[in-house]
């Protein structure tokens, strides 16, 4: 799902230089010892809509070098993603490199790791400007959100972050566990993409009443 075909040229050259500078990161030597590469965020600049996970997978995005690729929790994803009719899609993670324990298992990114991986989550945000922020699992939702925010994707409770709305969801793994039914995925995928219709919809209207001010307000000054 690479749309940076589709990208506008300015979005593209600014996210090339932040890709860039993931690919060399070794701020963690932790993590640099054990990854295959670091994986930057990828998609469309803008976007409409952006994917936060948490890091990418060890049968995944470490060895293809593109975020939710490559693994089932990718495949599922990607298949949800397209299943829904979302488009304009950004995907990224909070830590760039798969992290792992001394036996060579996945594990949690530390919460050292995660900080030291914000300002490339910041940089990519900032510059695809998604209207909506997805956060693909609590760990990425209590990071973005706060500790006090609720974390229930059944019924979400979106957040203001800046310009953009955060929007809680469970991370595919935690479907592909079993834990969460693939119907009820997709429902709250569908539930994701009619939010976007809404506050699309909301925003032409919002735009046409200034419009139609606007209008009114410069026909009354030239009588």
């Known amino acids: 799902m ?8 300015p979005e593209r050259t600014a996210l090339k230089q932040v890709q860039d500078l993931v690919r060399g990161c070794a ?4 993590l640099v010892r054990c990854r295959t590469q670091a994986v930057p965020g990828d998609g469309a600049a803008p976007a409409e809509i952006a994917f936060v996970g948490i890091a990418p997978g ?12 490559g693994d089932r929790s990718g495949t599922l994803l990607r298949s949800m ?3 829904s009719g979302l488009d304009r899609v950004f ?9 792992r324990d001394e036996g060579g298992r996945n594990r949690d990114p530390s919460a050292e790791e995660i900080a030291s991986c914000s300002e490339h989550l910041m940089r990519e945000l900032a510059i695809v400007r ?10 990425v939702w209590t990071r973005l959100a706060g500790k006090k925010a609720p974390f229930k994707p059944a019924r979400p409770a979106t957040i203001a972050l800046g310009p953009a709305t955060l929007y809680p969801m469970y ?3 935690y479907v592909n566990r079993g834990a969460y039914t693939h119907r009820r995925y997709l429902r709250d995928f569908r539930t994701l993409a009619r939010y976007l219709h809404r506050a699309h919809t909301a925003e032409q209207s919002a735009r046409e009443s ?3 001010l606007r209008d009114a307000n410069v026909a009354v000054t030239s009588r």
């Open 2 to 9: 690479s749309a940076l075909a589709a990208s506008r040229a």
């Open 27 to 30: 701020r963690c030597p932790t």
């Open 58 to 69: 060890r049968f995944g995005g470490d060895r293809t070098g593109i975020p939710f690729s």
């Open 81 to 83: 993603i397209a299943r």
């Open 91 to 99: 995907i990224t993670n909070l830590v760039r490199c798969n992290p």
């Open 130 to 139: 998604p209207r909506v922020i997805v956060c693909l699992g609590r760990m």
């Open 171 to 173: 991370h595919p793994a």
């Open 210 to 212: 200034s419009r139609r």
